[in-house]
T-cell receptor, first 108, second 115 residues
Framework: GIQVEQSPPDLILQEGANSTLRCNFSDSVNNLQWFHQNPWGQLINLFYIPSGTKQNGRLSATTVATERYSLLYISSSQTTDSGVYFC??????????FGPGTRLSVLP | DGGITQSPKYLFRKEGQNVTLSCEQN?????MYWYRQDPGQGLRLIYY???????QKGDIAEGYSVSREKKESFPLTVTSAQKNPTAFYLC??????????????FGPGTRLTVL
């Protein structure tokens, strides 16, 4: 089945810094989502982005489907950005597969 | 307001007992899903349902059972056959485009602990 990798596994930032999180996948995908899991476990939808670029405030995402990767950019990070960031892909209806996540800690 | 609800938030079970986790959505979504998350790990698919009265096994279905009698509801039963059931359980729903998944939305989760 499809493999999903995320990097880096852990990231520590000072408040105000920028960061880039990466998601690589091993096969063609129909859809890709980015989620933020907060400290209480809630998964919050960030982007639904099978291809192209989207922006929402300080966050933006780019998926290059032909090269099988997606990037999540966080600018001017805040302590509330802390948590785990997951990407998940749909390999054309066979399965919806999550990556292992990137754990982000933003220090005040 | 629209969304996905899960209950209970915390659940404690003795070994050998079956327990049922509730998941309800009022988003009018056809598809519903159950995932399991272990500490420090990603999510793994247990079961999913694309339509009422039909459901499919995911990657880790052994020791679990589901039903889909109503569009709004997709309860998960953790049976005594599940060897290591202590985990965080998340329910999700989405619309469908044929066989393909559309954007998934998640409930707040249930933390199950086996004593």
């Amino acid at each position: 089945g499809i493999q999903v990798e995320q990097s880096p596994p852990d990231l520590i930032l000072q408040e105000g810094a920028n960061s880039t999180l990466r998601c690589n996948f091993s096969d063609s995908v129909n859809n890709l989502q980015w989620f933020h899991q907060n400290p209480w476990g809630q998964l919050i939808n960030l982007f639904y982005i099978p291809s192209g670029t989207k922006q929402n405030g300080r966050l933006s995402a780019t998926t290059v489907a032909t090269e099988r990767y997606s990037l999540l950019y966080i600018s001017s990070s805040q302590t509330t950005d802390s948590g785990v960031y997951f990407c998940a892909v749909d390999d054309y209806g066979q399965n919806f597969v999550f990556g292992p996540g990137t754990r982000l800690s933003v220090l005040p | 307001d629209g969304g996905i609800t899960q209950s209970p938030k915390y659940l404690f079970r003795k070994e050998g007992q079956n327990v049922t986790l509730s998941c309800e959505q009022n988003l009018n979504h056809d598809a519903m899903y159950w995932y399991r998350q272990d500490p420090g790990q990603g999510l793994r698919l247990i079961y999913y349902s694309q339509i009422v009265n039909d459901f499919q096994k995911g990657d880790i279905a052994e020791g679990y059972s589901v039903s889909r009698e109503k569009k709004e509801s997709f309860p998960l039963t953790v049976t005594s056959a599940q060897k290591n059931p202590t985990a965080f359980y998340l329910c999700a729903s989405s619309t469908q485009s044929g066989q393909f998944y559309n954007e998934q939305f998640f409930g707040p989760g249930t933390r199950l602990t086996v004593l």
